[in-house]
């Protein structure tokens, strides 16, 4: 139990450190509990250390732990997202990590419309150009943006990126910082309706590096609770 605390300490004073590089403060960067897999007692330890947003990557679990914990934390859906699964979460969460097509944009418009909602969401970049991951490639970002800004009831709020998985953390650094270019880009074009704010990036192995490239969320999960005892 003292783990968690201890972790999120070590982690808190990091984020400091790493903000301050770029400029920034403690509280420029939105520190996120990554807590798939990780079962309801620890995530209300977390909770306790004042950690409050969450993250999930799968809609069925964010739904069965957000029935037990309800809005004391604010939700964060980072993982892939399936058409057909909107509706099941349109009005738990606080932001979604991962809309990579103008397909699921519109889904997320008419399930949020049909609440009265107005749902912010983060276009997933593949910055890497990895085939097994999700998010859009760089050059087309700029134009799925202008055209998720028509939907009356989706608000951009800035990009997310999942990096690549290497040994040395530094590797990333080149990716972090295009992502910022794109974000940078992006935000000077002032597209009507979207309002960059956020930039999604760096977890447990390589956040200390995103946060100086310019990230301000961070998704941090084994650097909390530990190594995850399976595969994802
Ligand atoms: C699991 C996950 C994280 C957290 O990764 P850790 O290495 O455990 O910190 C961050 N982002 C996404 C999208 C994830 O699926």
Redesign the pocket.
Known sequence: MNDISNNVSDIKRKIETAAKVSGRNYEDILFLG?T?TVDVERIKILMDCGVKSL?E?RVQELISKYELIGNDAKWHL??NLQTNKVKYIIDKVELI??VDSLKLAAEIDKQAKKIDKTVDILVEVNIAGEASKHGIEPSKVLDLIENISYFDNICVKGL?T?APFVENPEENRKYFNQMRKIFVDIKSQNVDNIDMAYLSMG???D?EIAIEEGANIV??????FGK?NYN?
């Open positions: 990554v798939k993250g990557n980072i993982g990590h991962s997310m999942v977890m447990t192995n956040y998704r941090i999960g084994t650097g909390i995850r994802l």
